[in-house]
C-alpha cells in the first residue's frame, strides 16, 4: 500500500490564483480530513469527510473547498489564493470517524502564495 | 471545549539524557482518546501511539514510555537515553466526538 499521497510537493502562487491540493489514500479508509500547519500552532483542521458525497468544515474552513467523489480521493481546493494560506498542508485518513482509529497522514504540501 | 496544551515550544538536551514532553488536555467527553506523532526535520508526521480515556497504564516501547493520568488530564511522553535520531517536533492529539485537536508541539533538539 501507498498510504497517503498527497500532490504536489510544493507549490508557489501569486494572490489570488486558485489551485487543487490532491490526496488519495488506498487503504480503503472512509474518514478523509485535511490540516493545516502554521509555526506554533500545531495542525488545525480545514475540512473533513465521512466517506463519499459527505464532506464538513473544521475549525478553519474559510477560503478552501472539499470534494468526495471517491473514497479514494479528497482534493482541497483554493479558491482564491491569500497569503494568509501560505503553509504545510496535511492530507490524513482513518478507517472511520471513530474516536479509536488512528489518522495517518501524507507527506505533506508546502504551499506559498505571494 | 476540546484543547490540548504543549507547554514546552522547545527542549534541548544532550545526547543519553532522559527528557519528557509534556501535554495537558481538556474534553466534555468521557470516551475520547490521546495521540502522540513525532515530525522529523523531514517533515511526516509519524504516528508513535494511542491511548484510551478508560486505560490508564503507562506503556513502554523500548526508550518511549507514556504516563497517561486521567486526574490531572495528563498525557505525558517520556524518551529515555536520548538520542540524536530523536530530535523532532513531538504533538500530543485528542480525539473525541468534535474531533482531533493538536497541541502546538514541543521541539526536541538533543545534541551530540
Known amino acids: 500500500n501507498a498510504g497517503v499521497t498527497q500532490t504536489p510537493k510544493f507549490q508557489v502562487l501569486k494572490t489570488g490564483q486558485s489551485m487543487t491540493l490532491q490526496c488519495a489514500q488506498d487503504?480503503?479508509?472512509?474518514?478523509m480530513s485535511w490540516y493545516r500547519q502554521d509555526p506554533g500552532m500545531g495542525l488545525r483542521l480545514i475540512h473533513y469527510?465521512?466517506?463519499?458525497?459527505?464532506?464538513d468544515q473544521g475549525e478553519v474552513p474559510n477560503g478552501y473547498n472539499v470534494s468526495r467523489s471517491t473514497t479514494e480521493d479528497f482534493p482541497l481546493r483554493l479558491l482564491s489564493a491569500a497569503p494568509s494560506q501560505t503553509s504545510v498542508y496535511f492530507c490524513?485518513?482513518?478507517?472511520?470517524?471513530?474516536?479509536?482509529?488512528?489518522?495517518?497522514f501524507g507527506p505533506g504540501t508546502r504551499l506559498l502564495v505571494l | 471545549a476540546q484543547k490540548v496544551t504543549q507547554a514546552q515550544t522547545e527542549i534541548s538536551v544532550v545526547e543519553k539524557e532522559d527528557v519528557t514532553l509534556d501535554c495537558v488536555y481538556e474534553?466534555?467527553?468521557?470516551?475520547?482518546?490521546l495521540f502522540w506523532y513525532k515530525q522529523p526535520p523531514s517533515g511526516e508526521l509519524v504516528f508513535l501511539i494511542r491511548?484510551?480515556?478508560?486505560?490508564?497504564q503507562n506503556e513502554i516501547s523500548g526508550r518511549y514510555s507514556w504516563n497517561f493520568q486521567k486526574s490531572t488530564s495528563s498525557f505525558n511522553f517520556t524518551i529515555t537515553a536520548s538520542q540524536v535520531v530523536d530530535s523532532a517536533v513531538y504533538f500530543c492529539a485528542l480525539r473525541d466526538n468534535n474531533d482531533m485537536r493538536f497541541g502546538a508541539g514541543t521541539r526536541l533538539t538533543v545534541k551530540p
Open positions: 469527510s465521512v466517506g463519499a458525497g459527505i464532506t
Open positions: 487503504m480503503n479508509h472512509e474518514y
Open positions: 491511548r484510551n480515556s478508560f486505560d490508564e
Open positions: 474534553t466534555r467527553d468521557t470516551t475520547y482518546y
Open positions: 490524513a485518513s482513518s478507517r472511520d470517524r471513530l474516536y479509536q482509529e488512528t489518522q495517518y
